[in-house]
């Protein structure tokens, strides 16, 4: 899989993707992360790529042309386009996993101040994607969570015991790990007994009933 990010704060993501599963799948080669600046693509000699909303408001759009250029350059008839939207469609971990098989690369938008021009999602048919009903300053942190959603459903992006845990019992199961007794302001804070039984088949049916 290979991700094209787009966006106006490019050095955002270089933390998030240089630490722990999603480091491990790019040294692997079992994705591929390309961040482009969209002020590269800009003919503006200031690099503004925002303006006036029409029809008045506050606060600025990003424009279509810049998105136009770059969209041009590095999409592909069977890339999936995504513009992280407030609005849109909420992503679930189906989601992310249908497109981990459907796609082989993913192209992300990430908005910012009011928008983007509505034209860049008509023009190159973009889905529009929310990570949840809240309002972010930007859509940099949702392009971070599309990404590693998507990757943990891509074979061996995840170790062999993370991906187990999530395949037998799901998302949300309660977990503990030592000590067995843990006391805070005078009150004792036990690990459940089925944990310590050893029993597995009691074990998995407490995991299953207590799932979130
Ligand atoms: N007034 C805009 C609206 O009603 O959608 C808010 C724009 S928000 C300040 C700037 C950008 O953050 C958006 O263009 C989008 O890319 C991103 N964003 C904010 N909240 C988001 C969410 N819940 N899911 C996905 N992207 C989000």
Not at 131 to 154: K, N, W
Not at 191 to 205: F, R
């Amino acid at each position: 899989m290979r991700f094209d990010i787009i966006t106006i704060f490019p050095k955002i993501f270089d933390s998030y993707f240089s630490e722990s599963i999603i480091k491990r799948a790019v040294e692997t080669k079992k994705i591929r992360i390309k961040v482009w600046n969209l002020r590269d693509f800009t003919k503006d000699e200031h690099k503004k790529i925002d303006n006036k909303p029409y029809g008045g408001g506050p606060g600025m759009v990003i424009g279509v042309e810049a998105f136009a250029r770059v969209l041009n350059k590095i999409k592909k008839p069977k890339s999936k386009l995504i513009l992280l939207s407030a609005r849109g469609k909420q992503l679930t971990s189906k989601i992310a996993g249908e497109w981990a098989t459907k796609y082989k690369n993913i192209i992300l938008i990430a908005g910012r101040y009011e928008g983007v021009d509505e034209r860049v999602k008509d023009i190159f048919k973009a889905e529009e994607i929310s990570i949840g009903p809240y309002v972010l300053t930007g859509g940099e942190i949702p392009v971070m969570a599309v990404v590693d959603a998507v990757s943990r459903h891509i074979p061996e992006v995840l170790g062999k015991s993370e991906s187990l845990e999530e395949k037998r019992y799901g998302v949300g199961v309660p977990v503990y790990t030592r000590p067995e007794v843990f006391i805070y302001k005078n009150k004792k804070y036990k690990v459940p007994e089925v944990l310590l039984s050893g029993d597995h088949t009691k074990i998995e049916n407490w995991r299953i009933k207590h799932k979130k």
